[in-house]
């Protein structure tokens, strides 16, 4: 018999749920926003009254194999709980999945919203030719996944993936957790605008200052779109962008020697204009991926190290979350 | 019956084999000069003649199960040949698994001698109670391997664990493999000296100064040395190679969220003049490492992130070699 399963995406805005087919088909969405005010209780609540909603509606196409379900933050994968999420803060040390089984009497598999966004990539989008990938979520902040013989990797307590923490200038910028010089510092939505507004208080970026008195305007994607006018400002930002992004995609090839690294997240979208700041620190900076570039034309390209943009959008945590009943 | 295998220790200047046995213990070991100048061929015969006079005595003990080697460079898994090795350059392209197959009609695997160090401290070390962990060996260069799942983590061509590569300072000093302020530029017996000697030429590090004058015992032990006495000169030195050291280690522990990570090799007996620059660093730059450092005492030890000295010495590699045909 067919089976379906139902992933929820958790935001700190939004929440989302899907049923969706063993093939990656999304039969019905539920979107709403996640009123994260009205307290935990009442999310679980409305999540719950959703998902018992749509396990009804699609019980003529089979089975519900599981519920699946992607959230920001730290996860305690033995316990079950959220450690930490500066988006749901009433959620900390909440046996989030415990709650939910015992409220819908099925299995709750729980991840962290990057990993599930590299299980989607990986099981649909960019990586669904490959058994182990890498990704990268550029948000708000930076998150990060690892795939690796088709699951993610969680480590000891499913902390792995925090791929945004890594450093990537020791003596750089300071970061809301605790260090200095993090990736997403640099690399995200956040760090863009940041690293515009200090380009302009260093003088002579006229353009970026231009675009920044319209404030409510101002973001990531705008300074993307004078970035591709040819803007010499905002192409230094997204060229630093680029570059820190680049040093730590060569440091994971260098330690993992993976076929694929995918690049996600709203900041994807400014593909243009930060790779090729990316790829040349990826060739300075890794030799594990010049040997695998295949100089020699004749090389089977299997053994490329590919480097490319998630093909998914905003659905590839909704469908990584769907997928984590499967293959958890 | 009983089993054994043969592990191989292929380094730039000692050849060394052993037979070992399931429970790790070495039955013999013969060690040799690798007579590099004599050629590859010259030393394939050696080797093999040890291999089948090791196999011969021991026949009584068990059934020879396989050979491990493990070799200095990098290694192309698929085509088991050496692609790149400073120490054997004519062993470039050469396919060598192939060739010790056909010579002594056994199946023969080859490893990256820093993977088999892993594999050697997972198997009887100081991993020997965990199914992952990440490895440094601080020799004269550095170099690393991943043990996961109780594997050693070859990624897509073999090259995985090349972890003396990872930036650790983007605009830090030139490396041999292209790349700018790569781990290996201070936190090797190299690196060490070069240090102690950049800091002799900015003056004022008398200790240091006094030390190199007998440039025969100018090494990464007698700076350790002068270091444990106090000189302020040699601390620096070993602080910024343990500082160095704990940003990719924090990377890791970020990345992986493994339960440990070993630090071996000759220089790791320097350890009480690095460390403590070291784990200042983890925990600056790894909130995965301070939220599994288990400040809850009452929180099981199994959910610690470990990072500790190796333990079997110079014998690491060997033995990881005889472990490979068990675990490949």
């Known amino acids: 018999m067919a089976q ?9 805005t939004n929440l989302r749920i899907a049923a969706v087919d063993e093939s990656g088909r999304i039969l019905q969405t539920i979107n709403t926003a996640t009123e994260v005010a009205r307290g935990r209780d009442a999310v679980v609540k409305e999540m719950c009254e959703a998902i018992r909603s749509l396990a009804l509606k699609h019980h003529a196409a089979g089975t519900m194999q599981g519920i699946g379900i992607g959230v920001p933050g730290i996860i305690d994968m033995k316990s079950g709980m959220i450690r930490q999420s500066p988006n749901l803060p009433d959620w900390q040390n909440y046996p989030v999945k415990q709650e939910i089984e015992r409220l819908l009497s099925t ?3 729980l991840e962290n919203d990057a990993n599930s966004a ?8 960019a990586g669904k030719d490959e058994n182990d990938i890498c990704a990268f979520t550029l948000g708000t902040g930076v998150g990060g996944g690892l795939v690796l013989n088709g699951k993610v990797w969680h480590g000891m307590t499913g902390m792995a993936g925090e791929l945004g923490h890594i450093t990537v200038d020791p003596n ?3 970061c809301g957790c605790g260090s200095k010089g993090c990736l997403e510092q640099y690399a995200s939505a956040t760090a863009v605008k940041r690293m515009a507004k ?3 208080a260093r003088g002579g970026a006229e353009g970026l200052e231009k675009l920044s008195r319209d404030e409510a305007n101002f973001s990531a994607k705008s300074i993307y779109e004078l970035a591709m006018k040819g803007d010499p400002g905002a192409k230094a930002v997204y060229q630093r962008a680029g570059g820190a992004l680049g040093i730590v995609i060569a440091g994971m090839i260098n330690a993992l020697n993976l076929p694929m690294y995918v690049v996600g997240g709203g900041v994807s979208n400014s593909w243009d204009a930060f790779a090729p700041a990316m790829m040349e ?3 300075l900076r890794s030799f594990v991926y010049v ?9 089977p390209i299997v053994q490329r190290t590919v480097v490319r943009r998630a093909q998914l959008g905003g659905d590839a945590g909704l469908l990584g979350a769907a997928r984590l009943p499967a293959v958890s």
Chains 1, 2 share one sequence.
């Open 291 to 299: 040997a695998t570039l295949g100089e020699d034309p004749t090389a």
């Open 4 to 12: 379906f399963t139902i992933g929820v995406d958790l935001g700190g």
């Open 107 to 109: 299995d709750v598999f």
């Open 118 to 125: 590299a299980l989607g990539e990986k099981w649909l989008g």
């Open 172 to 174: 750089g910028h300071p």
């Open 198 to 200: 200090e380009h302009i």
């Open 281 to 283: 620190q990826i060739k």
